[in-house]
């Protein structure tokens, strides 16, 4: 009697219809949790995206100062408003944050202040700008290189500690290549979340739109190789080895997301090959694809050794010159697998 271990159950219902319901629910579970996670960080950039959005406001005097009054002023981000700030002459206050990269210097940004009614801002901008248009964001002084600027000007002009505001301006700041950014990253994870999610509910209407039912169509009919899959796990007999199972004909690899369904007889080299510490039984596939099946290392070995016993005449072992003339060409691989296999029938054949 076969090991209980090694038999597939199904008490569940059929093998097929189960794994859809597992990838549909991984679907929904991990494509949910990113997007969940994706609506935080818009949450938290929410007033970022939407000065990004507006763009900059023209500021004025009543503006600059009620920011300054602002609770938001000490918040750890200290973005209040995006402005453009226009015809205020710049006076330099005598500090310059210094970038270096590799311990060379790659730039430097003065910082300024200029006249804000009776109150003076700090401002960051480009050397040489004359001030005419100042464009930036305005937020609290969090930064180091702002709060040494910020302290220097005080040191120098101690009279003026209540009339240089708490915030300033960055008008050396790309504020607009984050949003850009933004999107390049959000956008192209916004649509595969949703798509995930569609594949997990197309197959709750739909086999064929399901990922598993996409599968089995590169098989064939998708249909029928679900039903040949059932009628060979029913039959108990279905070898489970790590997470593959071995069910007749078949060789079965649940994915978190899909299902690997190899017919034995379309495998025409097998090996084992090792990434990175993870074991994976490699096939290669009479359609010039190869297929990676990652189990424990004991059972990589259990698993090649069932497939080369019911095809005997597969390449086994990697070689690299053979890897590379299956991935140039893949035909000859298969043409010395022919003649592996028909040498290997006619000696089974009875003799006349």
Known sequence: MADPSSIISEANGSFVARE???VSRNLFLWNGLVLLALAVVLWLLSTYYFLFFRGPATATDEMIL????SPGVSSSSGLLEYVVLVDRPLTPSGYRAVTTVDGKVSATHPYWYANIGDKFMLVMAEPGNPGNRLVGPVGGIT???DREAYDLILKQHPEAKDRLLPIMLNAAAAFTVFGYVGFVLFVPVLLLCVWNIARGFSGLSGFIRHPIGKSLSRLGDPRENAVRIDLEVAKGEGKLIGRATIAGPWLLRPTAF??????ITDIVW???LKITGDHVAAVCLRNGKMLGIPLRRDDVSVLLQEVFARVPWVLRGFDRERATLWRKRPGDVIDQVDAARKSHLARQSPPR
């Open 66 to 69: 009620r920011l300054a009054r």
């Open 270 to 272: 097998a090996y084992h």
């Open 20 to 22: 859809m319901r597992r």
């Open 258 to 263: 899909g299902l690997i369904a190899v017919r």
């Open 143 to 145: 930064g180091k290189a």
